[in-house]
Every structure is written in structure tokens, then in C-alpha cells.
């Protein structure tokens, strides 16, 4: 079976400096990883998946096999980027595309 | 934006009684699930739906029972709540060949007293 961690459960950093969310996976096959974001009030909304590897409102995230991880990165931290996060891990095969989730990773980016 | 809706936002029900949780989506999207969301558990998957007439369990079914008649729609219920149920309940869905467009629900906020 598939399992996500999350080691954080909170995180504050200052406005402009770097902050890196952890998530680390166990999977014998070979995982799609995605980054989930909700934002106070809002509905769960997809920030970034390791297959597009794409930079979405500044972060990024790298798939590391041989670690296990999928760290969420972003150089500069913004207010607006307060939020929870989770890791989201989907098995490949006949899973229905059922995504197991870490625990999530509430940031707070002070003024 | 609003393709998938739940209702109700938020519900509160006393120990022992049984509460149904809604969800309906306009995409006629294959696949639905119901996840619960709660501190330190981060969002466990209930029940899913690969069709119309095919549900199965996820991580923690015990106590919820889902159907799925039609396909827009896929409701939860609590047979007999408890407070340990007292969470928010996501629902969301996807299509097959779109696995990577996974869309949620405002979700609902159930506090079981």
C-alpha cells in the first residue's frame, strides 16, 4: 500500500524568504505525485503534478526517486501564500485514479 | 466553476442519527469519491465510484454507506453517526482519460454532538 508523509504540520516563514514544504512517499511502483492547495474558504484546488513540471504561482517541485520525495519549493514567499498543502500520491494500475494524501503542511507567510 | 456541488455546508445531527451528505456534478464525470478531512490525518478516502452501480471501499468506510443510481450524483450517508465523524467531507471526481483533472467539492462540515 501507498503512503504519504508530510513531516510539518506547520510552517511560517516572512514574506521574501524561501520556503520549503517536505513530502516524502512509499510505493513499489512507480507514482504520480501532485500538490494539492487550499486556501481559507476556498474548495481543494490542484497546484502542480511532478509529470507537467511546471512552475505555478512561483513553486516548484521535483520528483526524487531515489529519495522517495517530492518537496514543494519557492524562492520568495508571498502573504497570499498562506495556505494548507498536501502531497497527494496516485498508484498506477487499476486505482480509479485514487490519490492518497499526507497529512498537510499549514504555511503562514508573516508580513 | 461550480460543476460539482455538496450540500449541505454545514450540518449539525446528534449521536445515533442518520445524515446524508450530497454531492452533484454536471460533467457526467466517471469517477467520484468522498474523502473526510481532518487535522493530522490530512484527507482519507471513504468511498469511491468508478460508475453508476459500481462503488467500492476506500481507507475508512466503516459507518458510511454511498450509492451512486445516477451518475451525476453520489450521495454519503452516516447509518447511525458518531461523534468520531464529526469532520469536513470532500467529495470530488474525475474522468478516466483525465485523471490529472481531479475537481472538488466546497465540501461540508458535519459536527455530530
Known amino acids: 500500500a501507498q503512503r504519504v508523509t508530510q513531516p510539518e504540520k506547520l510552517l511560517s516563514v516572512f514574506k521574501g524568504a524561501p520556503v520549503e514544504l517536505k513530502c516524502n512517499y512509499s510505493y513499489s511502483g512507480s507514482p504520480e505525485l501532485f500538490w494539492y492547495v487550499q486556501y481559507s474558504r476556498q474548495r481543494l484546488q490542484l497546484l502542480l503534478r511532478h509529470i507537467s513540471r511546471e512552475s505555478i504561482k512561483g513553486f516548484t517541485a521535483d520528483l526524487n526517486k531515489g529519495e522517495t520525495s517530492f518537496h514543494l519549493k519557492k524562492p520568495f514567499a508571498q502573504e497570499e501564500d498562506s495556505a494548507m498543502y498536501y502531497c497527494a500520491l496516485r498508484a498506477g494500475g487499476t486505482s480509479y485514479g485514487k490519490l492518497t494524501f499526507g497529512q498537510g503542511t499549514i504555511l503562514t507567510v508573516h508580513p | 466553476d461550480a460543476g460539482i456541488t455538496q450540500s449541505p455546508r454545514y450540518k449539525i445531527t446528534e449521536t445515533g442519527r442518520q445524515v446524508t451528505l450530497m454531492c452533484h456534478q454536471t460533467w457526467s464525470h466517471s469517477y467520484m469519491f468522498w474523502y473526510r478531512q481532518d487535522l493530522g490525518h490530512g484527507l482519507r478516502l471513504i468511498y469511491y465510484?468508478?460508475?453508476?452501480?459500481?462503488?467500492d471501499k476506500g481507507e475508512v468506510p466503516d459507518g458510511y454507506v454511498v450509492s451512486r443510481s445516477k451518475t451525476e450524483n453520489f450521495p454519503l450517508t452516516l447509518e447511525s453517526a458518531t461523534r468520531s465523524q464529526t469532520s469536513v467531507y470532500f467529495c470530488?471526481?474525475?474522468?478516466?482519460?483525465?485523471?490529472?483533472?481531479?475537481?472538488f467539492g466546497s465540501g461540508t462540515r458535519l459536527t455530530v454532538v
Open positions: 470530488a471526481s474525475s474522468e478516466p482519460d483525465r485523471l490529472n483533472d481531479y475537481t
Open positions: 465510484s468508478a460508475a453508476a452501480d459500481i462503488t
